[in-house]
C-alpha cells in the first residue's frame, strides 16, 4: 500500500521466536493461528493482529488517520519512502485506501503499530515486483527511534511471512544511502542481493531472509 516508488527506499516501513502470536480474532478467547512454515497461505481472510513483546500490529480505525498522515509528513521517514515526501492531501487520500481497496479488497497485510495504546508506525507485507515473493515495508516515528524497535516490528514481520503466509524467503528493498535500515535488515539476518540502480541514478539494494538462514532470535 505504500506509494509505488521509483523505488528508492522501499525498506521504509521491523522477538524472539516466543513473542511473537497471530490471533485468530473471531476466537473467543484469542487462539493462536500460526502455521506450519511451508503451508501457503496466499492471503488471510483479514489481517491479524501480532504482539511482540513490546508492540502490537492490527488494523487500522478511521481514527488513525491524523497519525498516520503525521507519521508520512514527517519528511525524517517519508524521505525514505517511495518517490519521497508527499503533500498532506495525499497522504489522507491514501489512508483512505487502505479501507476502500487494500482492506476492502483484501489485497494484502497492512497494519497499524502500536505501543502502549500508540499508534508509533506503520507495516506492510506483500508482493514485490522486484523479485518473485513478498516484501516488508515498515516505518517508525522518529518519537521511538533508537531502542530497538525497529528490529523487534521487522523480526514480526519475518515470522508473519515463514509462519502464516508460509514463505520461504522474505525480501526488502532498501536506498543504498539508508543505513540505520540496512544495519536492521543485517542484525535481522537479511543479506545482500543485488543493487538495481534507478532512473535518477541512484542505487536500492535488494536484500533477503532465508527460512533456512538463522533464527530472528539469533544475533
Known amino acids: 500500500m505504500s506509494r509505488q516508488p521509483n523505488r528508492r527506499h522501499r525498506h521504509f516501513w521491523t522477538i524472539e521466536w516466543t513473542d511473537v502470536h497471530v490471533y485468530d480474532r473471531g476466537a473467543t478467547p484469542a487462539v493462536p493461528i500460526l502455521g506450519r512454515p511451508g503451508s501457503r497461505v496466499a492471503s488471510p481472510l483479514v489481517t491479524s493482529t501480532l504482539r511482540t513483546q513490546r508492540l502490537v500490529l492490527g488494523r487500522y480505525v478511521p481514527e488513525d488517520e491524523e497519525g498516520f498522515v503525521a507519521l508520512f509528513q514527517d ?8 518517490d519521497g515526501p508527499s503533500s498532506e492531501a495525499a497522504d489522507r487520500a491514501l489512508f483512505g485506501r487502505v479501507f476502500t481497496t487494500v482492506y476492502a479488497d483484501d489485497l494484502f497485510d497492512v497494519w497499524a503499530v502500536r505501543r502502549d495504546g500508540r499508534l508509533v508506525g ?21 518519537q521511538v527511534w533508537g531502542c530497538g524497535l525497529g528490529v523487534e516490528l521487522a523480526e514480526a514481520l519475518v515470522a508473519y511471512g515463514f509462519h502464516t503466509l508460509g514463505l520461504t524467503e522474505v525480501h526488502a528493498t532498501v536506498a543504498a544511502s539508508n543505513k540505520v535500515s540496512l544495519h536492521v535488515l543485517r542484525k535481522v539476518g537479511f543479506e545482500h542481493i543485488r543493487d538495481i540502480t534507478e532512473n535518477d541514478g541512484s542505487i536500492t539494494l535488494l536484500l533477503t531472509r532465508s527460512i533456512s538462514d538463522r533464527s530472528p532470535s539469533g544475533r
Do not use: C, F, N, Q
Open 75 to 82: 519528511t525524517r521517514v517519508s524521505r525514505w519512502m517511495g
Open 122 to 142: 506503520h507495516a506492510e507485507i506483500k508482493p514485490t515486483d522486484v523479485v518473485e515473493g513478498y516484501e516488508i515495508i515498515y516505518a517508525l516515528t522518529p
